[in-house]
């Protein structure tokens, strides 16, 4: 068989193999999305179902600073995304930084709290059904953050040692997305445990 | 303008093998992979050797019921079996089988050259594959060799508080849940791969509403993977934090409830038995084409009844907890929505009879499993409709008609679909067809074997005998039906050894495949058997939905026809 | 082979099979109560509502069946490569919207159908008012026996349910309350209503009005633990007469001038640790009440009869007929298990 050749109108692609790397993190998302779901479902279905132990409102205090960091953060990372996408390598690193910052002071004001928590108030993952699923749905976002501010930190040192550049900007706003995703979730957990549930 | 070029490959030449490379490497060469073919092939490879392993599982039950009060096995080792029965079979037989097609075929069909993240990929076999051997090692962890070791004993799903430490003492059921967790990880990289590859890597003018309607199964398939993981990993992290750090989710004494760990396993399961059954649908939405010899009937219906299938599928979950006594509105609105779902189910039934209807069928192996799957899958789905309505769901839950229903589905239907895929596909993987008249035995003493077993298993449930026992009353009347179904597996294990022996002879010594055995339709038949690894030479440019048809009909294209 | 041959070879196969499916129903309904647990002869208005659903449900499903299978193989048989074929390929038809909207909108009626006639009966049997003259019996579930309190007459019960029989004019249900223990649990028996789970830290609740007296029997339908298979059921449906009479003696104590050698021990033994024996000192809730164990006909939730030397056998070595079940061998010597089996043959 001989090969044969059709001519074609030439066809339109919706999506190349450019925006593999959005098309990956946005299900990448949707798929942690039905895990928070479901601890937030949780969260709402055990309120109120604990037999002992300090309830919610004796012991939460709403966490106003570190969500506001951590809001923050969301803002950095977008000029830092500006940044690189001009290709100004050192306005990046410094927006990065803050970004970083701004989340372990997030993490930082997190174990503050659940200091708190164990040692004045005595509420343990164990202790009650409240601290179960306090501690694991407050936790499961907290671990996501720190996978996303190490994250953040190995693409800061890649970016100190000279390896990162504008060519880059498509990789560094995939990432992006992971710590917006992270943000939101926040929003979610926050108005939960802080605001309804409590 | 575009052009479109095919580069023929020889008829005769034999498969190119790496025989020439020395043993190591070759070893090497397959656990390094990132080739999407290769990565298809293992993950075939890994389910083939757990279902021999599920079937050994499912046999020792057999032969312990085959009679009332057997002393076969302890009720011990009775628990273990079916528990990992059922787990081994739907996570490490069915989920990777099927992955596995769909990884080999899908960047062949769409013209591209491996998936979108190869090393994903990778990465997903080999977290599945671990999980796998975690879940076994469970036989050898825990209490040993004696008694059959420390295997989990609650039930593929797990109920809680069964699972709790006061009632699962020891390890086993960490196994479960830690096997599970890790090919979880595996199952939804892999999920992200497929949905990206299918939107992304698509060759030019192939648009979404000119992919074969196995990519498109395949594209929904992922999307239900993304969205049916996350809440049993969930669900299973909590079970982990309630075992090991003192929670209480399902710690009934402290407030927690045993009826939300169902309400997490169910939405994660019923979305589950989808993920099984469309790529089934997809096999059979490209063989019986073919075999009729015209195109599938009713392409966009199809594809509008499938994402119909893969919405409503994720609101219908509570029909497995008709019993455990929810509101007349809660039971009023999920018997509506699995009454809803057979709806398109059914419009995928008759369309592809529709496309069987005014054809010429060829009846060749893959389409007598093809047309057994059609006759099993429309009892099935009349079972389940049967099951829908909750009042008769009272009588029939937990009892032999729903083991009979579900293994109609997931034997009849998946599996004889798999093996009509199996048969489809060998010769574009390996170079050789399998053996037809192997083929032709192996269908029969397996439909033989299948329909003895499974047939007679609904009448049992009738009669009212429970799933999950170990041994049964004799004056109940159960005892000849358990006969028959026992006698069934012989038949059964017949088939699939013919099978076994066909896939390997054929390996070595099948007739020759050339690139279209079949004279099929889509681009993976355009390449050689076994394809290069690069697949395309220079990425194809198609116009209508059948590629394939339009070079061998230049005088009458597809596209002047969708 | 030719295709006449083959295709009679399959019928008469099929055939085959349909009347020996139905021989061995025919069979077993000819011979009296060798089906107990047949869903299909229900006695009591649950099981009654269900059956006639069922027989709905399966017309409709039955119907379908044949019209599909019919098309099925008219299209496999007509539509089938001849010998002598041509080699063209058949007119390539590509859908029609006519058709995908007849076959969309009659199943969309017969799903509208079905979901009707099931939820009409979901409300009547959930949400059934209990009239006045409900016997109230709260079912507990436990590994692997079932507790029944009878809150109305102050006493507890064990393994074996007695009702009473209900006259269809002037219902008498027994209503059922179902708590657990430990883990999950299903109370189902066929020919009396549909199942109900037994779910720890949750009430739920299930009713019976069985027309006709008999001994009914069914099993927990719900995996819980090793001796799941012999956690069985039995509901003895009396006369009104005869379940007074019953209840009347169940709330006697136990006879408080026994002073056997075999009551010392059960007493001063672990026995009392998990049993109830009304009137004594043991007072434990951990196994079944033995307070009138002795007008029980099965022991260990229906895994043995119940006659002295399964009781002896029960308390020696509980692993013999019920492998895993939470009863401990007792480790009593020779004279103390005749003792106590002795003294355990007294609790009427």
Same mark, same amino acid.
């Given at each position: ?5 059709i ?19 946005? =299900?990448?998302?949707?798929?942690e =999305?039905?895990?928070? =779901?479901i ?7 055990s ?12 012991? $939460? ?40 910052? $701004? ?22 993952? =164990? ?12 936790? $499961? ?7 996303g ?16 550049k ?18 939101v ?14 | ?22 043993? *190591? ?17 293992? @993950?075939?490879?890994?389910?083939l ?26 009720p ?23 992955f ?24 997903? /076999? ?58 979880? /990880? ?27 309607? *196995?990519?498109?199964?395949n ?24 075992? @090991?750090?003192?929670?209480?989710? *399902? ?45 599938? /009937? ?78 099993? /899958? ?33 034997v ?69 039906w ?14 699939v050894?013919? *099978? ?5 002879? %054929? ?20 390449? %050689?058997?076994?394809?290069?690894? @690069? ?7 198609v ?18 026809y969708? | ?28 309904q ?43 193989? #008219? +299209? ?13 390929e ?32 979901? &409300? ?13 019996v ?8 079932w507790? #029944?309190? #009878? ?12 009702? +009473?029989? +209900? ?65 069985l ?5 009396? +006369? ?10 169940q ?5 408080a ?17 998990? &049993?109830?024996?009304?009137?004594t000192? !043991? ?8 307070? &009138? ?7 260990? !939730?229906? !895994?043995?009869?119940?006659? !002295? ?10 692993? #013999? ?10 480790q009593?010597d ?7 089996t ?7």
């Open positions: 068989m001989a090969a044969t050749t001519s074609v109108p030439q066809p339109e692609i919706p999506l190349s193999p450019q925006m593999r790397g959005r098309v990956g993190m946005w =299900s990448l998302i949707t798929a =999305s039905t895990i928070f =779901s601890f937030v479902v949780m969260y709402l279905y309120a109120g179902k604990s037999v002992s132990g300090p309830t919610p409102r004796e012991v $939460l205090d709403v966490p106003y600073f570190i969500s506001i960091c951590l809001f923050s953060s969301s803002f950095t990372i977008v000029m830092a995304e500006r940044a690189i996408v001009r290709g100004m390598i050192k306005l990046f690193s410094i927006w990065w930084l803050m970004t970083i910052l $701004l989340g372990a002071i997030f993490i930082l004001g997190t174990a503050r709290e659940w200091y708190e928590l164990i040692y004045r108030d005595g509420v343990t993952i =164990s202790s009650s059904l409240f601290g179960t699923t306090f501690y694991s749905l407050v936790g $499961l976002h907290a671990f996501h953050v720190l996978v501010l190490t994250g953040l930190s190995i693409i800061l040192a890649l970016t100190v040692l000279g390896y990162v504008q060519e880059h900007a498509e990789r560094i706003g995939v990432f992006s997305m992971y710590w917006h995703f992270v943000d979730v926040w929003v979610v957990v926050l108005s939960v445990v802080y605001f309804i549930a409590r | 303008m575009g052009e479109a070029e095919l580069i023929p490959r020889s008829l005769t030449a034999a498969p190119v093998r790496d025989a020439a490379l020395p043993f *190591f490497d070759r070893v090497s060469g397959w656990i390094t992979t990132v080739d999407h073919k290769r990565l298809g092939i293992l @993950y075939i490879g890994y389910a050797v757990f279902l021999v392993i599920g079937g050994i599982e499912a046999t020792i039950m057999r032969i312990q019921l085959i009679r009332p009060h057997n002393h076969f096995v302890s011990e080792v009775f628990n273990q079996m079916f528990t990992m029965h059922g787990t081994t079979m739907i996570f490490f037989v069915a989920m990777p089988v099927l596995g097609f769909i990884n080999y075929a899908v960047p062949l069909m769409i013209g591209a050259r491996d998936m979108a993240f190869p090393r994903l990929n990778a990465w997903g /076999f080999w977290m599945t594959a671990f999980g796998g051997i975690i879940l076994y090692f469970s036989f050898l962890g825990g209490s040993g060799l004696y008694g059959a070791g420390g295997a989990p004993d609650v039930g593929w799903f797990a109920y809680a508080p069964l699972t709790a430490p006061v009632f699962s003492v020891g390890h086993s059921t960490d196994y479960w849940i830690i096997g599970l967790l890790i090919s979880g /990880f595996g199952s939804v990289a892999t999920g992200i791969n497929f949905i990206t590859t299918v939107l992304c890597m698509r060759c030019p003018g192939m648009t979404l509403g000119k992919m074969p309607l *196995f990519v498109w199964l594209l929904v398939t992922g999307v239900l993977v993304l969205l049916a993981m996350g809440p049993l990993t969930a669900a299973q992290i909590m079970l982990l934090i309630d075992r @090991y750090l003192g929670g209480h989710f *399902f710690d009934t004494q402290a407030g927690g409830s045993a009826i939300i760990w169902m309400h997490f396993f169910w939405v994660f399961g019923h979305p589950e038995v989808y993920i099984l059954i469309m790529p089934a649908f997809a096999f059979l939405s490209e063989i019986v084409p073919v075999f009729s010899r015209k195109p599938i /009937f009713g392409y966009p219906i199809m594809v509008a009844a499938s994402i119909c299938i893969a919405f409503i599928s994720m609101s219908v979950w509570a029909h497995h907890m008709f019993t455990v006594g929810m509101t007349s509105w809660g039971n009023a609105f999920f018997v509506a929505s699995t009454a809803a779902i057979a709806v398109p189910t059914g419009i995928k039934i008759f369309n592809w009879l529709g496309t069987m209807w005014g054809g010429k069928i060829v009846f060749k192996v893959p389409m007598l499993f093809c047309i057994a799957f059609l006759f099993q /899958f429309l009892i099935a789905g009349l079972t389940g409709i049967m099951l829908g309505a909750a009042p008769f769901n009272w009588q029939l839950s937990g009892s032999y008609f729903v083991v009979a229903h579900f293994h109609y589905v997931i009849g239907g998946i599996l004889f679909a798999l093996f009509a895929g199996f048969y489809y596909w060998f010769p574009k993987m390996s170079g050789r067809m399998l053996s037809e008249k192997l083929g032709k035995w192996h269908f029969w003493l397996f439909l033989i074997g299948f329909h003895l077993t499974f047939d007679f298993m609904h009448i049992p449930g009738l009669l009212g005998m429970p799933r999950r026992i170990y041994t049964y009353e004799p004056d109940r009347g159960w005892d000849i358990n006969l028959i179904v026992t006698i069934g597996v012989a038949f059964q294990a017949a088939g050894l013919v *099978f076994v022996y066909n896939l390997i002879s %054929s390996y070595f010594t099948g007739e020759l495949a050339g690139n279209d055995p079949w004279d099929a339709w889509t681009l993976e038949w355009s390449t %050689s058997s076994p394809p290069p690894d @690069y697949n395309f030479a220079k990425i194809p440019v116009r209508s939905r059948r590629p394939l048809w339009d070079l061998k009909h230049p005088e009458d294209p597809d596209w002047k969708e | 082979m030719s295709l006449k041959l083959r295709s009679a070879i399959l019928f008469l196969t099929a055939l085959a099979w349909l009347c020996a499916g139905m021989a061995g129903r025919a069979s077993g000819a011979v009296e109560g060798s089906h107990p647990t047949d869903i299909f002869s229900p006695v009591s208005t649950p099981a009654h509502s269900i059956y006639d659903l069922a027989l709905f449900v399966l017309v409709v499903c039955a119907a379908i069946f044949v019209t599909v299978f019919c098309l099925l193989v #008219y +299209s496999v048989v007509k539509y089938r490569k001849r010998p002598g074929d041509d080699g063209r058949p007119p390539q038809i590509y859908g029609s919207n006519q058709i995908e909207l007849a076959w969309t909108v009659i199943p969309v009626l017969i799903v509208v159908v079905l979901f009707l006639a099931a939820a009409r009966v979901i &409300h009547g049997l959930e949400d059934a008012r209990m009239p006045a003259g409900t016997t109230e709260t079912a507990v579930g436990h590994q692997f026996w507790e #029944y309190r #009878y809150p109305q007459y102050g006493f507890t019960a064990a393994n074996e349910l007695h009702v +009473s029989v +209900s006259d269809p004019a002037h219902p008498t249900p027994t209503h059922i309350t179902l708590l657990s223990a430990d883990t999950d649990h299903s109370f189902w028996v066929p020919k009396l209503a549909g199942k109900t789970d037994l779910i720890p830290n949750r009430i739920n609740h299930t009713w019976i009005d069985p027309h006709e007296t008999g001994v009914y029997l069914g099993q927990c339908a719900q995996y819980c633990g090793t001796q799941h298979a012999k956690m059921l039995r509901i003895i449906v009396e +006369s009104r007469a005869d379940f007074d009479r019953w209840v009347a003696e709330q006697q104590p136990a006879r001038d026994n002073t056997t050698k075999g009551r010392q021990i059960f007493e001063t033994t672990a026995c009392v640790n998990c &049993h109830t024996v009304a009137g000192n !043991a007072h434990g809730t951990f196994g079944p009440d033995l307070t &009138h164990l002795m007008s029980r006909e099965t022991i260990a !939730a229906g !895994a043995a009869l119940n006659t !002295a030397e399964n009781l002896r056998r029960w308390i020696q070595n509980p692993d #013999y007929f019920k492998p895993g079940s939470l009863m401990p061998a007792m009593l020779e004279p103390d298990l005749d003792a106590v002795e003294y355990l043959t007294t609790l009427n």
